[in-house]
C-alpha cells in the first residue's frame, strides 16, 4: 500500500531549489570563479593561489577554498612534512564548471565593449 503525502512534490522542489541557490551563492561569486579559472589543469599551494589572484585576503582565500572543497568541486591534500604542505586541485566536477567559467570569460570579453557603451548611456541618461 503506498501512502500519498499531500505537498510532498512541493516541499521536495522546494529544497531542490534552496539547494540550488546555496550552490550557486557559493560557486558563483567573483573569488571562486577567479580560484576555479587560476586552477584549471594544475594543483597550487595555497600561497600560489593567493600570489595568482591578486587582491584576495588570506581569510578570503581559506573561505572560498573551504566552500569550494565542501561542494566537491577542489580537492585539498596535506602532504605530511614539516611545515605541513598543502596543495589544492580542481576534481572532475570543478573542471566541468571550469568549462562554464570559461564560456562566461568569453562572454564577457566578447560583449565588454557593448556593456561599456550601455553603461555610459544609461548613466548620461541619468545625470540629465
Known sequence: ???EHP???SADTDLTRALAREIYASVANKWALLLINVLADRTLRFT???TQVG???HKMLSQTLRHLERDGLVDRTVHPVVPP???YRLTEAGQALRTTVNGLCTWTHTYLDHIEEARRRFDSARAV
Open 7 to 9: 505537498g510532498r512534490e
Open 85 to 87: 604542505r598543502v596543495e
Open 55 to 57: 587582491g584576495i585576503s
Open 1 to 3: 500500500m503506498v501512502t
Open 48 to 50: 600560489e593561489l593567493q
